[in-house]
T-cell receptor
């Protein structure tokens, strides 16, 4: 079974600093997808970034980038120039696919607080 | 394009009652998945529907059921509610059932008293 581990329950960062949120995964499938979602206090899960296991380059989306180290099975999220609005829960997830059906397996999340 | 919508947003029920939650996916999306989020268990997969068929099911009791209509809208039902069913229920949609990103709705917060 696939597993996602996020070892940082909470992080506190000063505004405008860069922050790295850790995520390690475990899977025996050669093909997989990794996602990061942001969940503000309102509850909605907001898609941030995606990395496929066969992608040659690290994914980037604006201020978000994914530091993908396949051999170490890690997929850390890097947020550059953090903003107060970045304060939220962040979840790393892996897509598990079986005979066309899919589901996401989530880590426990990291609560990020940006201080002014 | 409108995002995933879920109704109702908040719900209070008592033990033993049943509840039905609704999810309308992004236009054109045919896969709808449901997740339960609780402080203790985190985010857990409930089930996935694609073209009106349940394609995948998580490890939940039979009290949890769902269905998908021809317009891809989905409902999930929980019968004989228990206190532990109090949670945020999130619906997600994707274009297809394979390699697409899932986009989530705002969720339904269910409180069971």
């Amino acid at each position: 079974a696939q597993k996602i581990t996020q070892t940082q329950p909470g992080m506190f960062v000063q505004e405008k600093e860069a922050v790295t949120l850790d995520c390690t995964y475990d899977t025996s499938d050669p093909s997989y997808g990794l996602f990061w979602y942001k969940q503000p206090s309102s509850g909605e899960m907001i898609f941030l970034i995606y990395q496929g296991s066969y992608d040659q380059q690290n994914a980037t989306e604006g201020r978000y980038s994914l530091n993908f180290q396949k051999a170490r099975k890690s997929a850390n999220l890097v947020i550059s120039a953090s903003q107060l609005g970045d304060s939220a829960m962040y979840f790393c997830a892996m897509r598990e696919t079986s005979r066309g059906a899919q589901k996401l397996v989530f880590g426990q999340g990291t609560r990020l607080t940006i201080n002014p | 394009k409108a995002g995933v919508t879920q109704t109702p947003r908040y719900l209070i029920k008592t033990r033993g009652q049943q509840v039905t939650l609704s999810c309308s996916p992004i236009s054109g999306h045919r896969s709808v998945s449901w997740y339960q989020q609780t402080p203790g268990q985190g985010l857990q997969f409930l089930f996935e529907y694609f073209s009106e068929t349940q394609r995948n099911k998580g490890n939940f009791p039979g009290r949890f059921s769902g269905r998908q209509f021809s317009n891809s809208r989905s409902e999930m039902n929980v019968s004989t509610l228990e206190l532990g069913d109090s949670a945020l229920y999130l619906c997600a949609s994707s274009f297809d059932s394979g390699q697409e990103t899932q986009y989530f709705g705002p969720g339904t917060r269910l409180l069971v008293l």
